[in-house]
Every structure is written in structure tokens, then in C-alpha cells.
């Protein structure tokens, strides 16, 4: 990054990334490390779903993505680290469907940041900037989180990898209209399950 970024503290204690330990090595999803190394986050990803998680915990479930990042990393394990980091924006990664493709504005259909600001290059020039950067997404991406759906059991972390199979739109089962209709019945049984919850007092849900 330029020097002078215009971003806050919470902005840079979000954008935590793995990506500094990477020198540039590129994630493959489809390959991880070995079954040991992959070992450590398997079990963060079962203890992960085994976790009633909300909307609400959404700055929970990054603090704990992160701190399982920084141990990969310090065990040197940057690929599977690189696949927590994918993991964890998806989480942060806002969706909705007043979301269109603009490249001037850093969204896809459906997908946009969670933060945006500018870069100051060395150059002098000034460039936008958007983090997750949701246009760099790819088709291994959305099979990736095509495999999450499917495997995990929290419904707000289904619901959430969902909405980004059915957004992306780069797979076959995304235009599926079974699966359209299970992410619709999941996101509804999502929907009561907050709206019960909220009849007990917790308003905010609503």
C-alpha cells in the first residue's frame, strides 16, 4: 500500500490480512498444504459451526477468524491462512440487492465492500480503494463458498455463503433453482428465528 492511506484504525484492524506473509503466493482453494497443517483450521471450522452465530456477532466472528489467521501464519501454514482470510470476508462482505455492477463504485451484483476510501501511490496520484474488494472475486471463489453452504450447519453462516453462490452467479447450482429455493426457506427460517427472538425483547433483531 501507498503511504497516506485515508482509512481508520477500526478500518485497518478489520483489514488484518495474511497476504503479508504470502510474497505473493497465490491461493489455491482446491489445494490445501497437507492434512495435518489443514488440521488446525478444520478444527476451528467445526468448532466455528458449532456456534449459534447471528448477524449481531458479526465483529465476534472476525476477532476469532483473525486470531486463527495469525496462528497459520506464525506456523507458516499461508495457504490455508489465505483461505481463513476468504473465509472471514464473507462474513464482511455486505450483499444486497440494490448492489449493481460499477466499477466506479467497487461493487458486482449484489456484493459490495465494507470499506472504501482512497490510496495515496507514490506517484503523487490518488486511487480508490475498496476492501473486501469484491470485483476480484473468482469463478474458484464462488465454488469455494459453493462447498461451504453445503457443509456447514450454522444457519446465519449458510445463509451467508449462500447469498454469495446465489450473488456471484459463476456456477452451475447458483442458477439452480432447488438451491434457490433452500437458500429462500433457510433465509426465512433465519428470519423467524430472529423475529421470536425479538417478541422475548431483544427489539433490535427486528
Not at 18 to 42: A, C, F, V
Not at 146 to 157: F, G, I, P
Amino acid at each position: 500500500m501507498g503511504k497516506g492511506d485515508s482509512r481508520t484504525k477500526k478500518g485497518k484492524r478489520f483489514m488484518r490480512s495474511p497476504r503479508k506473509y504470502s510474497q505473493k503466493k497465490q491461493l489455491n482453494t482446491g489445494k490445501m498444504e497437507n492434512k495435518s497443517e489443514y488440521g488446525i483450521y478444520e478444527e476451528f471450522l467445526k468448532n466455528f459451526d458449532s456456534v449459534n452465530y447471528k448477524n449481531k456477532d458479526s465483529s465476534t466472528i472476525n476477532n476469532e477468524f483473525q486470531k486463527v489467521i495469525s496462528e497459520l501464519c506464525e506456523k507458516d501454514m499461508i495457504n490455508v491462512a489465505l483461505q481463513a482470510e476468504l473465509d472471514r470476508q464473507v462474513f464482511l462482505i455486505r450483499k444486497s440487492f440494490e448492489f449493481q455492477d460499477d466499477e466506479t463504485k467497487g461493487t458486482i451484483k449484489g456484493l459490495s465492500w465494507q470499506m472504501a476510501g482512497t490510496q495515496d501511490m507514490a506517484n503523487g496520484n490518488k486511487i480508490p480503494f475498496y476492501w473486501p474488494d469484491v470485483r476480484n472475486l473468482t469463478k474458484e471463489n464462488f465454488e469455494f463458498f459453493e462447498q461451504r453452504y453445503k457443509k456447514t450447519n450454522n444457519l446465519y453462516a449458510k445463509t451467508e455463503y449462500g447469498l454469495m453462490v446465489y450473488f456471484g452467479q459463476k456456477t452451475d447450482w447458483s442458477k439452480n433453482n432447488s438451491f434457490k429455493l433452500q437458500l429462500c426457506n433457510e433465509l426465512i427460517s433465519l428470519a423467524q428465528e430472529y423475529y421470536g427472538e425479538a417478541q422475548k425483547g431483544e427489539y433490535f433483531k427486528l
